[in-house]
Structure formats: C-alpha cells, structure tokens
C-alpha cells in the first residue's frame, strides 16, 4: 500500500501470472425431492412452502392427505 492508502496492484502477484489456476469455489448444490430425498430430474412440482417434489411424490401426499381427513 501506498502512503495515501491505495494499493499498489504491481507489488501484489497475480494468480495468472504466475501460471496458477484458481480452484472453484463454489459447490453446485443439486436439488432432491422433499418428500424421499433423491435427485429431482426433469420439472418438479413446486409446494406451498417452497420446497420442490416430484410428481409421483406430490400424487402420493395428495393421496395420504385425502386419506388421513376426516369426513
């Protein structure tokens, strides 16, 4: 740094010029299914709050649901 507070970008190395790669640094989160928890592929069915399920997942609580309400 300089006196004034700037830095001085010719004392600092530079990854590239040095030959260095950078590593990724962010991970790719992949997206499961709420309800059993396996990989979500193709378009998923977008509950209420928020969380994301698969088709046969979603028929399947629709179904538990009807059968646990009473009459």
């Known amino acids: 740094m300089s006196a004034d507070g700037n830095?001085?970008?010719d004392s600092l190395p530079h990854p590239l010029a040095m030959g260095e790669k950078s590593a990724p640094t962010r991970r790719?989160?992949?997206r499961v299914c709420?309800?059993?928890d396996r990989p979500l592929n193709g378009l998923p069915v977008l509950l209420k709050s928020g969380q994301s399920v698969h088709v046969d997942c979603y028929f399947l609580l629709q179904k538990k649901?009807?059968?646990d309400r009473p009459n």
Do not use: D, E, G, N
């Open 7 to 9: 830095a001085k970008f």
């Open 65 to 67: 649901l009807t059968k």
């Open 28 to 30: 790719v989160r992949q």
């Open 34 to 36: 709420a309800h059993c």
